[in-house]
């Protein structure tokens, strides 16, 4: 191509032939590659532009193709215009279009460097135009532009400032009659908006109004941005009502909202954005009156704008969270599943497409967690609800102090909390929901629309402290929060039904603690308000009529007006009947109406309401789970006190339905100590002692020990059961299983709470496979009964009303009731007091850890006797009040010697039972902490392998020698010249330090510990033993794995005694080495003589090591009676070999 004919080219629009030219960018690059190739027919001064012609030719042909490889050209060619050192002629031009090329590839792939060069580039056009320059105003808009995205996509308060200024120096250099004025208008409300949303000012949103209306009023009624300037002017009115609650802000937003919908194209890219706009205010107005019709439209048109916008669009994810939000609200207000499911899909996905750091993930991370604890409330399922925990925490930890949402997201966190602390009872979610919703409120001014219902979330959080603690502090805080929000809320608002309902719960508490009628019936009143407030189409309509008939049945107990009692049976039958059994909720409202119909069958004694107590609260524990156990607990023991009344033949079914509950409450996901907290709190001892009591007395000995069973050492037996038998399972199921009950058995599990819901899970799957429909389920009686196989077992229960043993002979014979008519529990108590003080007059120290040095005879009350006579007493009254009723009937059997396994409970439990015998015994006494721990020592098998003994000594626990035992080297010389044959490790002095001691438990299969040992009191788990320079604590030996263990010797202070307040824990660090893997283990009532030791330990050792044998773990008991018969026949003193007692096989 000749020179004159390119030149022809690049100007002509047709060829000679008569067809049509290319596209302009076709011809720029078909002359730039014609004067490549020719480089002899191209001036200088042409070649200089091609790079700028390329760039503008790559240009037009990306908004033609949309090829991501025009636009990386263009921004290339243009670029190295920028970067010669040729002066380009139209600087301002390139600058501008290389901002707009660098924010479109930004748009499209998201790179950060893109979004900052585009601001460098506005910033660099801006720096070059002169103040004076017309197109200034048009350059600090474009620079406005760019900040804004980039605070959306980094944050930055800066970028949101500095757009603010550009926005309004553009305005400012503007005429009031010049044509872009409205557009600059916008850009400075646009900016002034994304602060509303940072920092919420008042002022900005009056402002940001303000100079929409002025920009709107500035545009022909035909104007193309007609449309957005009305959407725009909407949303400001929108968020304004969102703050200040101005009924007429609603309705402009509305009209205008609905005018730019009419305005724009259905084809139009923006259409999504109107309409996203209208169905948010249409969702404003469902919340302001409850129409469902306006929830309607809001849904569709939702669902219109996300249909309507491409996968890649930017605005995608906002639309889906708004179409999320109105499913939510229907789920609301109808409780259809599907609506539930259709949230959590698109909020996930509305997640999904914001980035990491984007400033609105926060935002969309609170939406998703409220549909995590909606789908937990409906379903119960608790790895919902450690999601919804979780996610709200990130969206509150995203979230700087100063932001207007902050509130909120700190309110949702807090419902969550509130939610975890009524399914798992931990009062650190208590205390962070009550810290996390006062937060909010504190942040919320006074005059904001949202005040009411964080004042409401507020005062229920406050209830549930007062609920816990009894604080009438919190009790008052409650009802003046709950009486706040009802007064800042008006007459026809749909959330006053909520906040009534809410103000009737501490109103019921106040008559409870003063008496005062009034305030039962204004709760009464409340709760009928809420009722009659409420749609019958609504969610929350069964929930309301339950709770009004509970408070017509509260009224009825005080008043006896049988109208008040029918009128509670009607309510709550109205809400079972409302409600699908598969709803969490129904279990609560059966169990409300069994216990008004309580009530009316007294009035009445009517078989049909008789039948219709048991039908309904036996369907209760039935069915599906309640998300709140706790009250479910509570609700089966008032189902037990009535059948006790009125249908005996019902209390073993009532109480199995209660023990049935404790994994709930003792969640295992929970700390040891929250779990021992609930146990206290709740008195499942003495439960379950009433319990088995009511058993015995119907003569349902098997029902009773497989109660008792669940209640005794609850912990413990959860320990247990993180040592899975998964033989039977599939391979997957038992690999799952054995991670899953690791972490939480070693304590490894990054979130326990979690790992604790997903293996719940795993064994309600297994469970469904058959064969396995009782897969680490409470043991039934025949299983329990193995307990017995290699001797008797006597469960001993005390209750005020009766003390009773339970002897499970062998499986093939009936469990046998021991009657000991000849006690009561106060002589029980009585027996515990002396001995406890007997140990103080002898200074030793017992399982409370304190000292006594008081003499008997100087106590009033007691006559002066030694402490042999007193000893002498409470072993006499044992042998004849307790052991020998016992060997009667053994003997009665034919049973005259071997082993007997005591399993002592309540009051019971720390008496030397074993001690009461005379020296002559012909049975070999051990004790157990649960049957199932005895079964779960006796099938292991003991290795063929040369046994490793493992020695610990401490003669004192620091370098100063503090804590000295000097019968401690005696002691290890005793052993070792024993057991010289056989493998032996021996830690003393400064070795015997706890990580040293550790790696000892491991590695020896037979322990034996001389050192001091403390009992914590009130944390058990902290009890401990006392090493060089640091301790070995109950929690850690829990947490650890030991497959050698066979047997432990714990000859250290207090080693077998546990909390007084967890008497049925048996929770001692005897029982924890058990629990850790030991088959059996030797420990003492309280501190042994420190001179006994090397006697003890050369006896006891020298029988079990005998003729260079084996040492059996079967056989440890065998050799403690030898020990300890060798004490006795030496006449030491009772205090010094009574406290020695055997545990385990």
């Not at 299983?737 to 309600?764: F, H, I």
């Amino acid at each position: 191509m000749s020179v004159p004919l390119a030149s022809h080219f690049s100007l002509s629009g047709s060829h000679s032939d008569g067809s049509q030219d290319p596209p302009e960018w076709a011809r720029v690059l078909a002359i730039i590659e014609y004067l490549q190739q020719h480089p002899e027919f191209a001036p200088p001064e042409r070649l200089s532009q091609a790079p700028a012609m390329l760039g503008h030719a790559y240009t037009l042909r990306y908004l033609e193709s949309e090829d991501l490889h025009d636009l990386q050209a263009a921004i290339l060619q243009q670029e190295t215009v920028r970067l010669s050192s040729v002066a380009y002629p139209n600087e301002a031009t390139l600058l501008e279009s290389l901002a707009v090329l660098f924010t479109q590839r930004y748009n499209l792939l998201g790179d950060q460097m893109d979004l900052d060069s585009a601001v460098q580039r506005s910033q660099e056009l801006v720096d070059l135009t002169p103040a004076d320059h017309p197109e200034r105003a048009k350059y600090l808009c474009s620079l406005a532009g760019v900040l804004r995205n980039r605070y959306q996509r980094l944050g930055g308060v800066e970028n949101l400032e500095v757009a603010v200024q550009r926005s309004q120096e553009a305005v400012d250099l503007t005429p009031s009659d010049h044509p872009k004025r409205a557009e600059y208008l916008q850009d400075l409300a646009q900016s002034i908006m994304h602060r509303i949303q940072r920092f919420g000012d008042l002022e900005d949103r009056r402002a940001a109004i303000r100079l929409y209306q002025e920009a709107l009023e500035f545009t022909p009624v035909d104007h193309a941005k007609r449309a957005d300037r009305l959407h725009d002017l909407s949303v400001a009115l929108g968020n304004q009502y969102q703050r200040c609650g101005n009924l007429e802000d609603l309705e402009t937003a509305m009209h205008n909202a609905q005018e730019a919908v009419n305005l724009i194209p259905k084809d139009h890219p923006d259409r999504p954005q109107h309409l996203q706009n209208l169905a948010v205010a249409f969702s404003l107005r469902y919340h302001r009156f409850g129409n469902l019709k306006d929830l309607e439209v809001a849904l569709e048109t939702n669902q219109e704008a996300v249909d309507l916008t491409l996968a890649d669009d930017p605005d995608r994810s906002l639309c889906l969270q708004d179409l999320a939000h109105s499913f939510i609200l229907r789920y609301e207000r109808l409780g259809n599943l599907s609506d539930l499911d259709a949230a959590m899909q698109r909020f996930q996905e509305a997640v999904d497409l914001v980035p990491a750091g984007h400033p609105d993930r926060a935002h969309r991370l609170r939406t998703l967690a409220v549909s995590f604890t909606q789908r937990y409330h409906r379903l119960g399922h608790l790895m919902d609800l450690e999601t919804a925990v979780k996610t709200n925490q990130e969206a509150v930890d995203l979230t700087p102090v100063d932001h207007p949402e902050r509130p909120r997201r700190l309110g949702n966190l807090a419902v969550s909390l509130m939610t975890r602390y009524r399914r798992l009872g931990d009062l650190m979610d208590l205390e962070a929901a009550v810290l996390t919703d006062r937060e909010a409120v504190d942040l919320t001014p006074a005059d904001h629309i949202e005040r009411p219902r964080r004042l409401e979330k507020l005062a229920i959080s406050l209830l549930k402290k007062y609920e816990r603690l009894g604080d009438t502090k919190d009790l008052n805080a409650a009802l003046q929060r709950n009486q706040e929000a009802l007064d800042l809320t008006p007459a026809d608002d749909p959330d006053r039904a909520g906040y009534l309902e809410s103000l009737a719960g501490p109103l019921t508490y106040q008559f409870l603690r003063s008496g005062d009628l009034k305030d039962l019936d204004n709760a009464l009143k409340a709760h009928q308000e809420a009722v009659d407030r409420t749609p019958e189409d609504h969610a929350k309509w069964p929930g309301r009529l339950n709770n009004l008939g509970i408070s017509f049945n509260n009224r009825y107990s005080e008043s006896r007006d049988l109208k008040d009692l029918e009128a509670a049976v009607q309510r709550t039958q109205q809400a079972v009947d409302l409600t699908p059994e598969n709803h969490p909720d129904h279990v609560l409202y059966l169990q409300g109406l069994a216990f008004c119909l309580t009530n009316r069958y007294r009035e009445r004694q009517e078989l049909r309401d008789l039948e219709n107590i048991h039908r309904y609260y036996a369907t209760s524990f039935t069915t599906s789970a309640s998300n709140d156990p706790e009250s479910s607990w509570k609700a089966a023991l008032v189902w037990a006190s009535f059948s006790q009344e009125f249908q005996p033949s019902n209390v073993p079914t009532a109480y199995r339905a209660a023990f049935k509950i404790l994994p709930d409450i003792l969640w295992m996901g929970n700390t040891i100590p929250v779990r021992h907290d609930a146990i206290r709190r709740l008195r499942i001892g003495p439960v379950a002692s009433i319990a088995t009591k009511s058993c015995v007395k119907l003569k349902q000995l098997k029902p009773a020990m497989e109660i008792l069973e669940q209640g005794l050492a609850t912990t413990f037996q959860q320990i247990l059961q993180l040592k899975p038998d998964v033989d039977k399972l599939l391979p997957q199921q038992a690999k799952d299983l054995r991670q899953l009950s690791l972490q939480l058995y070693s304590g490894t599990a990054s979130n326990p709470r979690e790992a604790a819901a997903q293996r719940k899970y795993l064994l309600d799957d297994i469970r469904k496979q058959p064969g396995l429909e009782y897969f680490m389920l409470p043991r039934p009686y025949n299983v329990l009964c193995h307990a017995a196989d290699h001797g008797p077992v006597v469960i001993l229960n005390s209750h005020a009303d009766s003390c009773d043993g339970i002897i499970i002979l062998n499986t093939s014979s009936e469990p046998v009731h021991v009657s000991f008519s000849s006690i009561t529990l106060k002589q029980l108590h009585s027996e515990q007091k002396i001995l406890k003080e007997l140990l103080g007059r002898c200074n030793v120290r017992t399982r409370d850890g304190t000292v006594s040095t008081r003499l008997f005879g100087h106590q009033e009350g007691f006559k002066s006797k030694t402490t042999e006579e007193y000893f002498e007493e409470i072993l006499t009254w044992l042998w004849k009040n307790v052991v020998n009723p016992v060997y009667q009937i053994l003997a009665s059997h034919g049973i005259y010697q071997g082993r007997l396994w005591w399993l002592p409970t309540g009051a019971f439990t720390g008496l030397p039972l074993h001690a009461g015998p005379p020296i002559s015994d012909q049975f070999i006494h051990s004790y157990t902490a649960t049957l199932g721990s005895l079964l779960e020592a006796q099938p292991k098998k003991l290795s063929n392998t040369a046994a490793k003994v493992g020695i610990v000594g401490v003669t004192y626990t620091d370098s100063g020698g503090r804590n000295y035992l000097k019968g401690v080297k005696d002691e290890i010389k005793k052993i070792s010249s024993v057991i010289n044959n056989h493998s032996l490790q021996c830690l003393e002095g400064e070795h015997a330090t706890p990580e040293a001691v550790k790696f000892q438990l491991k590695n020896c299969s037979w322990i034996h510990l001389a050192c001091h040992g403390t009992q914590d009191l009130y944390e058990p788990t902290k009890s401990c033993l006392l090493l060089y320079e640091g301790k070995l604590e109950l929690e850690t030996i829990l947490r650890m794995s030991l497959s050698n263990a066979q047997f432990v010797f714990l000859a250290a202070c207090q080693t077998a005694m546990g909390d007084a307040e967890l008497i049925n824990e048996s929770f001692h660090l005897g029982g924890g080495f058990i629990a850790a893997g030991f088959q059996s283990a030797v420990g003492t009532l309280w501190s042994m003589n420190d001179q006994d030791g090397p006697l003890v330990a050369e006896i006891f050792y020298s029988y079990l090591f005998r003729d260079g044998q084996q040492p059996k773990a079967d056989e440890t008991a065998n050799a403690l009676q030898l020990a300890v018969r060798e004490l006795r026949n030496r006449k030491v003193p009772y205090e010094r070999w009574v406290p020695f007692i055997h545990m385990g096989v």
